[in-house]
């Protein structure tokens, strides 16, 4: 091919990296109303909708890449309506006095509940003091005296009606320790056996015979003294709950007539009025126990009558948005702690702790899906709470029936809460794929663009952003020149010179190092070789592999020739991915032809370090050399082709075009120029299709090149399509304008055999034959040798066969 | 106290039925009024073995259910009891005086260790009232020894039931 005619695909310097020009009347002032989500209209709109929406199942999944600014979004949003929304109910455990493993729940207006739980502090302070007091008064001290006298009088009444009764009848009572012996007496004294026996027998047998019947009287009294005893307590115990009731009833009043309005706590209220009351005796100050688990102490008897204030909007005047970074079970559902006491775990209502479900109620939940899937439990009691509307708190253990202990388990409070996950769109599709319950709590899909379409309208709008970035991050001014040189930037971070990437964190990690490197060189503002120091000290940071590999090229560890010619030897390309950076290099691809049955072996395949793409690309070169060549003929090639030197996995099609170069030089013994790369796929038509990492892999070649020295020769193919795309260092650009290295893009096989072998390629004629000499004429040549082979093979063989 | 080096010996003479606590104040004014070895004498009341001794006796639990047979065991075992109570009020009235009294169980009618006790010392005895009327009293006025007689009923049993 004449050199001019492959001018015709050169692209040319100002094709290769698409300058950005800031318009002249480019306002450098910081706008307030430019936000950090431009371009991302539809997923705003669908975050909106979901918000808005007041039915059950709207939760929103917010698509995007980490890095993508999702939180700051979806806060900004969240926040205008929650303030419209106002401040949710509070919410507090109480005490069930009737039982406590089961505590209350209780609603109030925002407010309120720490009001409530101030009430009833006080309500106790007043108690402690009202309580005694009424025991301690003079009122309740006759009162109680009276009764004492009066069940002292009835005991006394038995005890002194039986000891006259055995007096009159010469019998004594003496007490033991224990209990009570009838004794003899005469003359006051307690006679022994030998006096007894003494008596004349009418005496003793008198004397037996009372016994025996005081005897059988005095147990009966014996047995009538608990009667006495419960018939006292009784009393007392009336009495106390009377004293109580007076003074209880004169605290609550106030209290009950303030909540009045909601039932619930009037209940309550009543509830308490009555265990008081109920428990009247345990208000009375005593001694203290000997020992502390003798009796209840006075804390805890006051103490449950305490509010357990779970959720307080005390201090809110919008809808709470919560943004839970650490999605445990106990963090998103509650917990109910416990305390050691005498060894052992206790807990009561005043222990029951909420999670982030409850203190979002009302309002919005932000959660990262990634760090909910991965937390044990989290997503299945997330869905339970969303289905069931409320929240029961819990232990996952208890949730899955896995303990029998008796433990608390509180009333659930009702869900009223709009539940926003974050996270990669790949959770998303999986989730989606495999939850079925997902689609149905998670209608709304907020699908964030990695990038906006580079018009003026967002290069302008995009520019002021970086402004407002720098001031917001009190970064050094950057002047126009860096603003263009940021834009720049962010359409190759987005892969595409029409596109800007809107992937923020990275444009701030950028403005960032540009401001760094603006004060390291004592600069009072960031120009644009700041910006170019920060993007290339950056790559240098992370490209210590590629160096190696440059250097290993250099070296002749990795065979790549960047002169001479070929046969069946192409340099393709290839990009590495490490993550946060991303680099090409040349590899070496070679293809070896001989007569066969039209097969062409990847021995990458073979060796199963192909990917499922990559085998795909290489059964459309067979498809291609097919259908291009010696269509009457069986296709009659043996080929197989090689990526050299590569000792890990290869995916991609990005090869197919110095694949077939490959097979096609060895078809037609051409040389190929090593001084050129090449990247793209093809299809069966010989189409030369895009491919991705256009930028690293020209780079990758052009380091090399330089590595061993730029004499203009060398260059780079790449698909027509890939132009749009191209964002190519300003090296590199330079390169290009100083004629050092060059660029093509083609369109279709033809063109970019004909480049690498410098013969045309030729088209089929009238007569349907290739034009003599070019290289598509050299290649259907030799697979007509071939077919005409292997038909002479196939006769010999039939031959001796039937010999 | 060494009482060897005291001439003075003031006795305390208690039953099982004793005000103790008025007793022990009245000892106490005594060693005010000067210096002297202190004893407690404990006399024994044999009511519990003559009771055990009849074959019909039974003791009826406070807590009720079916009368037991009194025995001199039992009887032993009260009558050790109550003296074991005494001693224990007494110790406690002496441990706040910061005294320690020897304290001496006698039967009442053991005339000679009474003796041994009151005889050989100028003593003072210090009794409840009601003890006039009992046999060791007797014994205690041959022996021609100070008495002094504290008021109190005889018999001061605390009553059959108390209130809960």
Redesign the interface.
Same mark, same amino acid.
């Given at each position: 091919m004449a050199a001019d005619a492959i001018q015709e695909y050169r692209v040319q310097p100002d094709a290769l990296r698409r300058l950005c020009s800031l318009p002249a009347d480019f306002e450098h002032d910081a706008d307030e109303h430019v936000g950090t989500h431009i371009g991302q209209e539809r997923a705003i709109d669908a975050i909106r909708f979901g918000i808005a929406m007041r039915k059950a199942g709207y939760n929103i999944y917010v698509l995007g890449p980490i890095g993508s600014n999702r939180h700051a979004l979806i806060e900004s949003l969240v926040g205008e309506e929650a303030k419209a929304r106002g401040a949710p109910p509070d919410w507090c455990y109480v005490n069930n006095f009737s039982n406590p493993e089961r505590p209350h729940s209780l609603r109030f207006p925002a407010g309120q509940g720490r009001e409530f739980r101030e009430d009833m502090r006080h309500l106790i302070e007043e108690l402690q003091l009202a309580i005694p007091a009424a025991f301690e008064g003079d009122d309740y001290r006759n009162q109680l005296r009276a009764i004492e006298e009066d069940t002292k009088n009835r005991v006394e009444e038995q005890w002194k009606s039986l000891n006259e009764r055995a007096g009159e009848e010469g019998i004594g009572l003496l007490q033991t320790p224990t209990g009570y012996v009838l004794a003899p007496i005469i003359d006051g004294k307690v006679i022994d056996d030998k006096e007894f026996n003494k008596l004349p027998k009418g005496k003793r047998e008198q004397i037996e015979a009372a016994i025996e019947r005081l005897s059988e009287e005095l147990q009966a009294r014996i047995e009538m003294m608990p009667k006495l005893r419960k018939a006292h307590r009784e009393r007392v115990k009336a009495l106390d709950q009377e004293v109580t009731a007076h003074a209880v009833s004169l605290q609550l009043a106030d209290l009950k007539e303030k909540y009045r309005s909601l039932p619930r706590v009037a209940v309550y209220l009543d509830d308490v009025q009555e265990n008081i009351i109920q428990n009247a005796q345990d208000f009375q100050q005593t001694e203290t126990p000997s020992l502390p688990f003798l009796s209840r102490d006075s804390e805890q008897l006051y103490s449950q009558y305490e509010v357990n204030l779970v959720v307080d909007n005390a201090d809110a005047d919008a809808a709470p948005v919560i943004y839970e970074s650490n999605p445990s079970y106990p963090n998103i559902i509650g917990r109910v702690e416990h305390r050691a006491e005498m060894g052992a775990l206790v807990t009561d209502f005043r222990l029951v702790r909420s999670g982030a479900l409850l203190q979002a109620n009302g309002g919005y939940l932000i959660l990262d899906t990634r760090r909910v899937l991965s937390r044990p439990f989290v997503w299945e009691a997330l869905k339970q709470a969303l289905f069931a509307k409320q929240v029961q708190i819990e232990t996952p253990a208890e949730s899955y029936g896995w303990v029998s202990t008796t433990t608390l388990k509180p009333e659930p409070i009702p869900l009223d809460a709009r539940i926003i996950l974050i996270g990669e769109r790949w959770l998303y599709y999986l989730l989606c794929h495999y939850d079925i319950e997902f689609s149905s709590l998670f209608k709304v899909a907020a699908d964030l663009d990695d990038d906006l379409e580079r018009s003026d309208d967002n290069v302008e709008r995009y520019a002021r952003l970086v402004v407002r970035q720098a001031q917001s991050r009190e970064l050094l001014p950057f002047n126009v020149s860096a603003v263009q040189r940021v834009i720049e930037e962010r359409a190759r971070h987005a892969d595409d010179s029409e596109r800007l990437s809107m992937h923020m964190s990275s444009l701030e990690d950028l403005i960032e190092q540009a401001d760094y490197w603006a004060r390291e060189r004592g600069g009072g503002e960031v120009d644009a070789g700041d910006v170019g120091k920060a993007v290339s000290e950056g790559r240098r940071r992370l490209s210590r592999l590629q160096s190696r590999i440059i250097d290993a090229i250099k070296r002749d560890t990795l065979l790549i020739d960047t002169s001479g010619e070929c046969v069946g030897q192409v340099n393709g390309l290839s990009v590495t991915d490490l993550g946060e950076f991303r680099y090409g290099h040349p590899v070496r691809i070679t293809a070896t032809t001989r007569v066969g049955t039209g097969d062409v072996v990847d021995i990458e395949r073979e060796v199963e370090l192909g990917g499922a793409i990559h085998s795909k690309g290489m059964m459309i070169l067979s498809s291609a050399l097919s259908a291009r060549y010696v269509p009457d003929l069986p296709l009659s090639l043996h080929g197989s082709v090689v990526f050299e030197q590569s000792y890990g996995g290869v995916e991609g099609d990005s090869a197919s075009v110095a694949e077939l170069s490959a097979l096609l030089s060895s078809l037609s013994r051409l040389p190929v120029r090593q001084n050129i790369a090449v990247t793209g796929s093809v299809n069966q038509l010989g189409r030369v299709q895009a491919v991705g990492g256009v930028n690293e892999k020209i780079e990758g070649f052009f380091d090399v090149c330089r590595a061993r020295g730029l004499d203009g020769s060398q260059g780079v193919i790449i698909p027509q399509d890939n132009v749009k795309h191209l964002m190519l260092r300003e090296d590199v650009v330079d390169a290009v304008k100083r004629d050092e290295f060059r660029v093509f893009a083609v369109r279709h096989i033809d063109a970019a055999i004909a480049i690498l072998t410098g013969v045309d390629a030729g088209e089929r004629g009238e007569d349907g034959d290739f034009p003599e000499g070019s290289v598509n004429g050299l290649v259907e040549s030799q697979l007509i040798e071939y077919a005409t082979a292997r038909k002479s093979f196939a006769k010999e063989a039939t031959k001796s066969g039937e010999d | 106290m060494a009482k060897t080096e005291l001439k003075l010996r003031v006795v305390i003479a208690v039953t099982e039925t004793s005000p103790v606590a008025r007793l022990w104040e009245a000892a106490l004014r005594l060693l005010r009024d000067s210096p002297a070895d202190l004893v407690t004498l404990y006399v024994e009341d044999d009511?519990?073995?003559?009771?055990a001794?009849?074959?019909? #006796?039974? !003791?009826?639990?406070?807590?009720?259910g079916v009368?037991v047979e009194?025995t001199r065991q039992?009887a032993e075992q009260?009558s050790r !009891?109550?003296a074991a109570r005494v001693q224990e009020l007494i110790q406690k009235l002496a441990a706040e005086s910061n005294l320690k009294p020897a304290f001496e169980v006698l039967g009442e009618s053991d005339a000679e260790r009474l003796r041994e006790f009151i005889g050989s010392h100028e003593s003072v005895l210090v009794a409840p009232s009601f003890i006039s #009327?009992r046999p060791i009293f007797a014994m205690l006025s041959e022996m021609s020894c100070r008495i002094e007689l504290v008021e109190a009923d005889e018999e001061e049993?605390?009553?059959?039931?108390t209130?809960?």
């Open positions: - | 009511r519990w073995h003559r009771v001794s009849l074959p019909f #006796t039974r !003791e009826i639990s406070r807590s009720g009368p009194f039992r009260v !009891e109550r #009327t049993e605390k009553p059959a039931y209130l809960p």
